[in-house]
Every structure is written in structure tokens, then in C-alpha cells.
């Protein structure tokens, strides 16, 4: 169906019915994302209500990321089949009735199972949601503003998940923030659901069952790749698990393209992600998972294991970071966007982010939160509010209604294996740099200790000799800590630097190419 057939309904729904609209998938966006990392502050207290393991803690968040990243190709698919205000409607009671389901688990069998159930519903939600984006909202100004709305959604999300869950759980309890959920979706159906397009049937372009392989190959692949980077971030990236399910997911990547190549009917058209504009939105969106996942989790244990936060005032610490985000995400995709277009946004938006990595990478053992991480975050919030409105709207360039769904898929699904890699990665790397400091400097720890026992002239098994020891102890755990994060966000530095590089090369190279 082309764009010019779906105006007319969209004129009908009038200016207040899709304000609505707006709202209300402004509202899933924002449950979507939160999702990720609400519960991530709560894991202590939950832990010790369940008696969850050490090992087991980790699976409370990767069984929502699993689902999500395995299965939202499979979602893209759906949302073209049983059309978006039906897919919207399930995947949200969906995710409400999964969430009510983790909120009340009594055990830590039955919390996984939730969370994997919204990681699913979820997988639907997020492709829906910009489907529904691009079918109402057909003219250029007015979709560049609402996908600079939906660019700042999608930041802050992560962020406001940290200050909810703290809140939640200091306040409440760790269920709260997964009971959440219910009232989310019950307000967003209450304020937008009679006003989505009538379209609700599908097109009628085929089964769940078409290249019934592809599906396959291509779900496997998702999930073979975040399982192989999430064994990375628990045992390290030379593990035999981690080898195994990375190479696992690039031989059946490969399988999943050869196999779209020859299908009558393929679950991934190859031209989709094949040109240049929607190409460059794809790496944007797994450039920024990486950096916002992997920098979110570095600040997090930043704020509450050196500067002593509580989780309330962690969350808290984001506030400067979400104005920022939003403020910039809603002028940019209002006047920037327009003008610079996703070749000058993406480059510009990465570049502020590099700034922001490179104040955040002076971290040291004395430095305040004003200082350094404040500015630093609020840059890294404009940096983010340049790229997140671009890559949602570049993602869905020139597509046809009937192929959006699977577009927004592959905007999801390159923002949750993104997010894994920069978790993997950054989590991997802290821990060596951290360790090769403290080995590094552990002789000289030792020699200050041995001067300070003949200064005090104490044993080390006295009192006086124990607390001195424990003090230089703890000293070099701390510095080490901090020197993880300054490589850690130097390392992040490095990585979005190179990304504008590359990606002003390839605007250069493509605008050289349409000249000729």
C-alpha cells in the first residue's frame, strides 16, 4: 500500500486522535526500553528475597534481552501479518500479563519464564510501535519532530530505568518495578487505542509459516550471537562457550543470507537492509546500543561503589543526562535533522559523544561527580539526542508499508545486540585493566605498607597493623576500580571516534558516487 492511499484515514483520526497515538507509543517505547535496566539496581534485593545465586543473578536480565534480541525478527514478521493495531493490542496485554507474572514469581524459575515472556511480547511491541509511527505520520517536518520525541524515548528509557527502579525498590519493593508495567500499558490503551489506524488484517501477503527456515536461520542467529556476548561478559571472550555460540550465530548469519537469497517468499527482503541510508541507520543503532548499555553500566557502578550512592540517588545522577537527551532530541529532529539530514546527523552526534567519553575517561580517585561525570553525562545526553531521532527515521527510509514492520525490526534488533556487545565488552575490559593495575602496583601497596607499619610501629597482626593494611588494601581496590572506568570510557571513545570517521568517508564516498 502506498503512502498517498494511507492519507486519507490519517487526516480522518484528526489532530487531537493523533496526539493520542502519540502518547500512547511514546508510552510503549518508553516500558520497552525501561526494561532493560529497571530491574538491574533492584538485583541485590531481589537476589535475597529468592535466594538467587551469584550464578544465577545474571539470567534475571539476559532472559529479556535473549527473547528480545532472538525473537524480534519473527516479530517484524507478525507485525506485517496480523497487521499493527492488532499486534499492538496483543504484545501489549502481553507484556502486562508477563509482567504481572514476574512481579508476583515466588521462585527464581518462574521470574526467568516472566522475563523471557516480555522479552517475546516485546520483540512484537517495538516493531509495531514504528510501524504505527510511519503509517500515521506521513508528512516529512511532522515525522522528523515525532521521531525526535521517540529518539529522546528511547535514551531516556534506559536512564529512567535506573531512577525508577531505585525508587521503587528503596521505597517499595523489587516487584514494583516490574508491576509498573501494568499501569503503563493500561494507560497507553486507554489513551490511544481507538485511535490507530483501522488497518488491522494484515495484507495479506503471506503466513507465518512462509521460509519457515529463513525465520529460523535468522531468529537463531540473533539469539546464538547476544547468548555468545553475554557468556563473554560472565567468563571472558576466550571461553570455549562464548567461541562457540558467537561462531554458532555467524554460520548461521551467513546460512540466514544465502537461504534469503533463493526463498520465493523471504522473512528478510535482501534489499531492506541492503541500501546505503537504512544500511548506515542499522550500524548507528548498534554503535549507540553499545556505547549508551556499555557507558550506563560503567556509570552505574561508578556512582554507588566509589562515590557511595543509594539507588534513588544513582537514578538521580541521570536527571542532567535525560534533559539533555530530550532537549536535543526534540530540536534536532525539528530543525537539525531537516537540514543536516542522517549523513551530517550521525557523524555530529557521534563526535559529541567522543567529547563526552573523552571528559568522563579523566575520572580519577579524587574527583567529584560535578566535576567530571556531570559534564561529562550531559554531553554524552546531546550526543545521543543528534543520533537517536536519525537512525529511527533513516531505518525506515523509502520502505514500503508492508515491509516497515521488518525494517523496525532490524532497528531493534541492532540496538539490543548492540547493547550486548558494549555490556560484554566493556564489562570484559574493566575487569583486565582493572586487574592488570593492581598487579602492577601491588609492590609498591606493599612498600607503603611496610614503611607505614615501622612509622607506627606496629605488627601486622596488631590492631593498628590491620586497620593500616586494610586501608592501603581497600586504596588500591578503589584505584584500580577507577582506572578500569577511565580506560573503559577511553576505549568507548576510541570506538564511536572511528564510527564518524567511517562514517563521513562513506557519506563523502556515496555523494562522489551520485555526482558522477
Same mark, same amino acid.
Given at each position: 500500500?502506498?503512502?498517498?492511499?494511507t492519507?486519507?484515514?490519517?487526516?480522518?483520526?484528526?489532530?487531537?486522535?493523533?496526539?493520542?497515538?502519540?502518547?500512547?507509543?511514546?508510552?510503549?517505547?518508553?516500558?520497552?526500553?525501561?526494561?532493560?535496566?529497571?530491574?538491574?539496581?533492584?538485583?541485590?534485593?531481589?537476589?535475597?528475597?529468592?535466594?538467587?545465586?551469584?550464578?544465577?543473578?545474571?539470567?534475571?536480565?539476559?532472559?529479556?534481552?535473549?527473547?528480545?534480541?532472538?525473537?524480534? =525478527?519473527f *516479530? #517484524?514478521? /507478525? $507485525?506485517?501479518? +496480523?497487521?499493527? &493495531?492488532? @499486534?499492538?493490542? %496483543?504484545?501489549?496485554?502481553?507484556? !502486562?500479563?508477563?509482567?504481572?507474572?514476574?512481579?508476583?514469581?515466588?521462585?527464581?524459575?518462574?521470574?526467568v519464564?516472566?522475563?523471557?515472556?516480555?522479552?517475546?511480547?516485546?520483540?512484537?511491541?517495538?516493531?509495531?510501535?514504528?510501524?504505527?509511527?510511519?503509517?500515521?505520520?506521513?508528512?516529512?517536518?511532522?515525522?522528523d519532530?515525532?521521531?525526535?520525541?521517540?529518539?529522546?524515548?528511547?535514551?531516556?528509557?534506559?536512564?529512567?530505568?535506573? =531512577?525508577? *527502579? #531505585?525508587? /521503587? $525498590?528503596?521505597? +517499595?519493593?523489587? &516487584?514494583? @518495578?516490574?508491576? %509498573?508495567?501494568?499501569?503503563?500499558? !493500561?494507560?497507553?490503551?486507554?489513551?490511544?487505542?481507538?485511535?490507530?489506524?483501522?488497518r488491522?488484517?494484515?495484507?495479506?501477503?503471506?503466513?507465518?509459516?512462509?521460509?519457515?527456515?529463513?525465520?529460523?536461520?535468522?531468529?537463531?542467529?540473533?539469539?546464538?550471537?547476544?547468548?555468545?556476548?553475554?557468556?563473554?561478559?560472565?567468563?571472558?571472550?576466550?571461553?570455549?562457550?562464548?567461541?562457540?555460540?558467537?561462531?554458532?550465530?555467524?554460520?548461521?548469519?551467513?546460512?540466514?543470507i544465502?537461504?534469503?537469497r +533463493?526463498a520465493a517468499?523471504?522473512?528478510?527482503?535482501?534489499?531492506?537492509?541492503?541500501? !546505503?541510508?537504512?544500511?548506515?541507520?542499522?550500524?548507528?543503532?548498534?554503535?549507540?546500543?553499545?556505547?549508551?548499555?556499555?557507558?550506563?553500566?560503567?556509570?552505574?557502578?561508578?556512582?554507588?561503589?566509589?562515590?557511595?550512592?543509594?539507588?534513588?540517588?544513582?537514578?538521580?545522577?541521570?536527571?542532567?543526562?535525560?534533559?539533555?537527551?530530550?532537549?536535543?532530541?526534540?530540536?534536532?529532529?525539528?530543525?537539525?535533522?531537516?537540514?543536516?539530514g542522517?549523513?551530517?546527523?550521525?557523524?555530529?552526534?557521534?563526535?559529541?559523544?567522543?567529547?563526552?567519553?573523552?571528559?568522563?575517561?579523566?575520572?580519577?580517585?579524587?574527583?567529584?561527580?560535578?566535576?567530571?561525570?556531570?559534564p561529562?553525562?550531559?554531553?554524552?545526553?546531546?550526543?545521543?539526542?543528534?543520533?537517536?531521532?536519525?537512525?529511527?527515521?533513516?531505518?525506515?527510509?523509502?520502505?514500503?508499508?508492508?515491509?516497515?514492520?521488518?525494517?523496525?525490526?532490524?532497528?531493534?534488533?541492532?540496538?539490543?545486540?548492540?547493547?550486548?556487545?558494549?555490556?560484554?565488552?566493556?564489562?570484559?575490559?574493566?575487569?583486565?585493566?582493572g586487574?592488570?593495575?593492581?598487579?602492577?602496583?601491588?609492590?609498591?601497596?606493599?612498600?607503603?605498607?611496610?614503611?607505614?607499619?615501622?612509622?607506627?610501629?606496629?605488627?601486622?597482626?596488631?590492631?593498628?597493623?590491620?586497620?593500616?593494611?586494610?586501608?592501603?588494601?581497600?586504596?588500591?581496590?578503589?584505584?584500580?576500580?577507577i582506572?578500569?572506568?577511565s580506560?573503559?570510557?577511553?576505549?568507548?571513545?576510541?570506538?564511536?571516534?572511528?564510527?564518524?570517521?567511517?562514517?563521513?568517508?562513506?557519506?563523502?564516498?556515496?555523494?562522489?558516487?551520485?555526482?558522477?
Open positions: 500500500m502506498s503512502q498517498a492511499a492519507a486519507p484515514e490519517v487526516t480522518a483520526t484528526g489532530r487531537g486522535g493523533r496526539r493520542r497515538i502519540v502518547l500512547s507509543l511514546v508510552l510503549t517505547q518508553l516500558m520497552i526500553v525501561l526494561d532493560m535496566t529497571i530491574v538491574v539496581i533492584a538485583l541485590p534485593h531481589l537476589q535475597a528475597d529468592l535466594g538467587i545465586t551469584d550464578a544465577q543473578r545474571s539470567w534475571v536480565v539476559t532472559a529479556y534481552s535473549l527473547a528480545f534480541g532472538g525473537l524480534v =525478527l *516479530g #517484524g514478521r /507478525l $507485525t506485517v501479518l +496480523l497487521g499493527m &493495531r492488532r @499486534s499492538y493490542r %496483543i504484545g501489549q496485554l502481553g507484556f !502486562a500479563a508477563a509482567s504481572l507474572a514476574a512481579g508476583l514469581a515466588p521462585s527464581f524459575a518462574v521470574l519464564t516472566a522475563r523471557a515472556l516480555q522479552g517475546m511480547f516485546a520483540a512484537l511491541l517495538a516493531p509495531t510501535n514504528l510501524a504505527l509511527v510511519n503509517a500515521v505520520f506521513i508528512e516529512k517536518r511532522e515525522r519532530r515525532i521521531f525526535g520525541v521517540f529518539g529522546a524515548t528511547a535514551g531516556l528509557g534506559a536512564a529512567a530505568g535506573l =531512577l525508577i *527502579g #531505585g525508587a /521503587l $525498590t528503596d521505597w +517499595l519493593s523489587w &516487584r514494583w @518495578s516490574l508491576y %509498573i508495567n501494568v499501569g503503563i500499558v !493500561a494507560c497507553s490503551l486507554l489513551v490511544g487505542s481507538r485511535h490507530l489506524p483501522a488491522g488484517k494484515g495484507d495479506g501477503v503471506g503466513r507465518v509459516g512462509d521460509d519457515l527456515v529463513g525465520l529460523l536461520l535468522g531468529c537463531g542467529a540473533c539469539f546464538s550471537v547476544v547468548f555468545g556476548l553475554d557468556r563473554a561478559e560472565q567468563g571472558g571472550w576466550r571461553t570455549t562457550a562464548t567461541i562457540a555460540w558467537l561462531v554458532a550465530g555467524a554460520v548461521l548469519a551467513v546460512a540466514f544465502a537461504r534469503e +533463493l517468499s523471504p522473512v528478510l527482503p535482501l534489499w531492506l537492509p541492503s541500501d !546505503a541510508t537504512r544500511a548506515g541507520a542499522y550500524a548507528s543503532q548498534f554503535i549507540m546500543g553499545a556505547a549508551q548499555m556499555g557507558s550506563f553500566i560503567a556509570l552505574t557502578y561508578y556512582v554507588q561503589q566509589h562515590l557511595g550512592y543509594s539507588p534513588v540517588t544513582a537514578g538521580l545522577a541521570f536527571l542532567p543526562l535525560s534533559a539533555a537527551l530530550i532537549i536535543t532530541a526534540v530540536m534536532a529532529g525539528q530543525f537539525f535533522v531537516p537540514r543536516l542522517a549523513g551530517g546527523m550521525i557523524p555530529l552526534g557521534f563526535a559529541v559523544q567522543a567529547v563526552s567519553f573523552i571528559i568522563l575517561s579523566r575520572v580519577a580517585v579524587d574527583s567529584s561527580f560535578v566535576s567530571i561525570a556531570l561529562g553525562t550531559i554531553v554524552f545526553g546531546i550526543g545521543m539526542g543528534l543520533v537517536n531521532p536519525v537512525t529511527f527515521n533513516a531505518g525506515t527510509h523509502r520502505v514500503p508499508e508492508r515491509h516497515i514492520g521488518l525494517a523496525s525490526a532490524l532497528l531493534s534488533a541492532a540496538q539490543q545486540i548492540g547493547g550486548s556487545f558494549g555490556v560484554a565488552l566493556l564489562t570484559t575490559y574493566a575487569s583486565r585493566t586487574h592488570d593495575y593492581a598487579a602492577s602496583h601491588a609492590d609498591a601497596v606493599r612498600a607503603t605498607g611496610v614503611r607505614e607499619l615501622m612509622e607506627a610501629g606496629a605488627t601486622p597482626d596488631s590492631p593498628q597493623g590491620q586497620a593500616i593494611i586494610a586501608r592501603l588494601t581497600a586504596g588500591l581496590a578503589d584505584a584500580s576500580r582506572h578500569a572506568y580506560s573503559s570510557f577511553t576505549l568507548l571513545a576510541c570506538i564511536v571516534t572511528g564510527s564518524a570517521v567511517i562514517m563521513v568517508v562513506a557519506v563523502l564516498a556515496l555523494r562522489r558516487r551520485r555526482g558522477r
